[in-house]
């Protein structure tokens, strides 16, 4: 028997696959908006639609209990209002319908001297990226207190996970695997907040399942791995059939190439992230989903970076 219908807006990312396979293993009825369905999931069904459209979203949450807004613009599009407006289109299709809404939140809505960052904690941008997040998570708490819909933001560290490897791990610290490098993106004893993808989808899971006993609007900190850049080097190295050197990431090219590549230049203004220690925390969501909840970190690494190598042989 289903325990509800879920709506996972943007099936085709990163957290929208990963949520798509979290709640149909555990039991939900499972539907997926995407332009196109290039990563179907076995068990579920699929609208072909863009979301930027006020009918196709309607149309496609009708009948849902649950919507996981997974939803990503590219970077280089984040700007000039774009994104406001495609959560707006969310916020409008949803009206006065009483639905869950599940939003991932980033820490992007902090600054690089928020060394724990708790729910508790005074929002202020570091970049202008940060700015749009917090503007955003603004509107989602606005139309909560309207008792228009139930938002819930659960935040998480950069990602990772077989088949979505994340921005970050797959296309900077193992954008040279084939020279046999890895790049650690800042200083090897600094900590960094990450988060197992297959991990942060089941917390979703869990809030959505809990969720008559949640305010209207809430807000969430996952702490996924807090773990060293050296950790981090030290796990792939391990998952990974050869050896390897380990070298810091060359912010420099990234600078160089920012000069005429806008995409480049937002990332290079994010390596605050890197060179600083922003641990989330939460001891409320903790004691929601349990003691020995996340998958154990070398094994969720190398359950990762054997996706990648057999990808890449199989290309």
Same mark, same amino acid.
């Given at each position: ?27 939900? #009825? ?30 496609? %949450? !009708?009948? !849902? ?30 009206? $006065? ?27 202020? !941008? ?10 955003? /998570? ?13 938002? %819930? ?58 969720? !008559?006993?949640? $305010? ?24 990974? #059939? ?24 937002? %990332? ?8 600083? /220690?922003? /641990? ?7 004691? %929601? ?17 054997? /996706? ?8």
């Amino acid at each position: 028997m289903s325990k509800g219908k879920v709506t996972v807006l943007g099936s085709n990312g990163h957290i929208g696959h990963a949520a798509m396979l979290a709640f149909r293993d555990a039991g939900w #009825d499972v539907t997926g908006l995407g332009r196109s369905n290039r990563r179907p999931v076995g068990g579920t069904h699929f609208i072909a639609g863009n979301a930027d459209h006020l009918g196709v979203v309607r149309d496609a %949450i !009708a009948d !849902a209990d649950v919507v996981v807004h997974a939803l990503h613009l590219p970077y280089d599009q984040w700007g000039n209002g774009r994104a406001e407006a495609q959560l707006q289109a969310v916020i409008n299709a949803l009206g $006065d319908s009483g639905k869950t809404l599940l939003f991932p939140g980033t820490i992007y809505n902090y600054r690089a001297n928020d060394r724990t960052v708790s729910p508790a904690t005074r929002q202020s !941008a570091e970049a202008p990226r940060g700015e749009i997040r917090i503007a955003l /998570e603004a509107m989602l708490r606005a139309a909560a207190a309207e008792r228009r819909f139930q938002a %819930i933001i659960l935040r998480a560290g950069d990602f990772y996970g077989p088949g979505n490897r994340g921005e970050w791990f797959e296309q900077a610290m193992l954008m040279n695997l084939g020279k046999g490098k890895i790049h650690h993106m800042g200083d090897l004893a600094l900590r960094h907040s990450w988060a197992y993808l297959p991990d942060l989808a089941r917390a979703f899971v869990v809030l959505a399942e809990r969720r !008559a006993m949640l $305010d209207g609007f809430e807000n969430f900190h996952f702490a996924g791995n807090w773990i060293s850049h050296g950790q981090m080097m030290d796990a792939i190295a391990q998952a990974l #059939d050869r050896p390897v050197t380990v070298s810091p990431m060359p912010w420099w090219v990234l600078r160089a190439i920012g000069l005429v590549n806008p995409v480049m230049r937002d %990332i290079y203004r994010m390596r605050y992230l890197w060179l600083n /220690e922003m /641990e989330l925390v939460d001891p409320r969501l903790d004691a %929601i989903v349990g003691p020995d909840f996340a998958t154990p970190f070398g094994a969720a690494v190398a359950a990762t970076v054997g /996706e990648l190598i057999e990808s890449r042989k199989a290309a």
